[in-house]
């Protein structure tokens, strides 16, 4: 939350002066989001309203693709070399996907690492992967088990952060400023 300090902001020398300044900063973000969700209703209310004309359209669409992708399927040397096809209206044509590797219907991923291990090909498809325990990590450092020395030898260091924060009272706040 930090940001250039604003040329009006008094400095704040007591609790009280502490109070009210929490009170104020609350009222003036129970006004936002009041504006917010305002906005957020009048764009759903516009949503509401274009959404019959939205799917009229979309649906209109859908049987002239459909019978645009049956003539190119019914005349595949219009496309020559190419996979598309230019046209006064635009472009069609096909696009091919890159290349995936995928588990064969009723194979499981585990039984194809098993079949891979026991095969040949063992070493050029199978791969051991390592990475940090961060959790088990963690888990030690919090026990007490586990120094900062020792994490940095590993080369590890536990970190973290304090931030500011305001969290206003959503319950006690007017929404207008």
Sequence with gaps: MKSKKSESVQPIATREALES?????????????????DLDKEIAAVRERYAPQIAA????????AEAIEEW????PDAFDKKKSLELVGGRIGYRTT???????KGVREDTAIDRILASQY???????????A???ILADYSAGTLTEKTLEKLGLRIHQQESFFIDPDQTKTDPTP
């Design 134 to 136: 961060k959790d088990v």
């Design 72 to 75: 190119a399927a019914l005349h």
């Design 122 to 132: 063992r070493d050029l498809y199978a791969r051991e992967t390592h990475e940090i």
């Design 57 to 64: 359209a979309e649906g209109a669409m859908i049987p002239v």
């Design 21 to 37: 300044a929490m009170n104020d900063y609350a009222a003036k973000d129970a006004h936002l989001r009041g504006i917010t969700a």
């Design 98 to 104: 890159p290349p995936a590797v995928r588990l064969v």
